[in-house]
T-cell receptor, first 111, second 111 residues
Framework: DGGITQSPKYLFRKEGQNVTLSCEQN?????MYWYRQDPGQGLRLIYY???????QKGDIAEGYSVSREKKESFPLTVTSAQKNPTAFYLC??????????FGSGTRLTVV | QQPVQSPQAVILREGEDAVINCSSS?????VHWYRQKHGEAPVFLMI?????EQKGHEKISASFNEKKQQSSLYLTASQLSYSGTYFC????????????FGKGTTLSVSS
């Protein structure tokens, strides 16, 4: 079955550490997205990519970085510059004018 | 800019109806609706495109007023399974922009 796989499901980060969240899709979608979800805030856009080797910043890109070397993969790195990284991170993909398919998310906690 | 959803929360009994509204200060190309259950990924319900096209869930209907930059989601004869948080996502003036989501409306349906 086609879908989006996010890993790990839970991730713990120490202060000053960079961590990378994985997102892989086998839907052959061109566009991929990263959102951050905090209680009561909805989903806030971090980065998105419409095509391989190209990506754009969203509303809250500071402290995050991404790469899009393959169509199937869009990993997100949470750097030490992100001062409040504890949140639920959702990856999604889409084809033009169709709904987004979301992964099951990664819950990141700073310890 | 984040779209504004109203109401923030709705409590229903099975069989009752509800309307969830979404408004934006920007011109819209599309409006998406998603439902998220606690701890899970959002699930696509419906997309409404500029010009009147709609795609989505059979038992859920929605409207899109392009001039007023507003959309409403109509949940009729609600079932227990309708409980969750509903998000609208709004797209800009072309298909390549990423969705910006509202803060969500929590719907609770009881028997």
């Amino acid at each position: 079955d086609g879908g989006i796989t996010q890993s790990p499901k839970y991730l713990f980060r120490k202060e000053g550490q960079n961590v990378t969240l994985s997102c892989e899709q086998n839907l052959n979608h061109d566009a991929m997205y990263w959102y951050r979800q905090d209680p009561g805030q909805g989903l806030r856009l971090i980065y998105y990519s419409q095509i391989v080797n190209d990506f754009q910043k969203g509303d809250i890109a500071e402290g995050y970085s991404v790469s899009r070397e393959k169509k199937e993969s869009f990993p997100l790195t949470v750097t030490s510059a992100q001062k409040n990284p504890t949140a639920f991170y959702l990856c999604a993909s889409s084809e033009d004018s169709y709904g987004y398919t979301f992964g099951s998310g990664t819950r990141l906690t700073v310890v | 800019q984040q779209p504004v959803q109203s109401p923030q929360a709705v409590i229903l009994r099975e069989g009752e109806d509800a309307v969830i509204n979404c408004s934006s200060s920007k011109a819209l190309y599309s409006v998406h609706w998603y439902r998220q259950k606690h701890g899970e990924a959002p699930v696509f319900l419906m997309i409404l495109l500029k010009g009147g096209e709609q795609k989505g869930h059979e038992k859920i209907s929605a409207s899109f007023n392009e001039k007023k930059q507003q959309s409403s989601l109509y949940l009729t004869a609600s079932q227990l399974s309708y409980s969750g948080t509903y998000f609208c996502g709004t797209g800009g003036n072309w298909a390549g922009t990423a969705l910006i989501f509202g803060k969500g409306t929590t719907l609770s349906v009881s028997s």
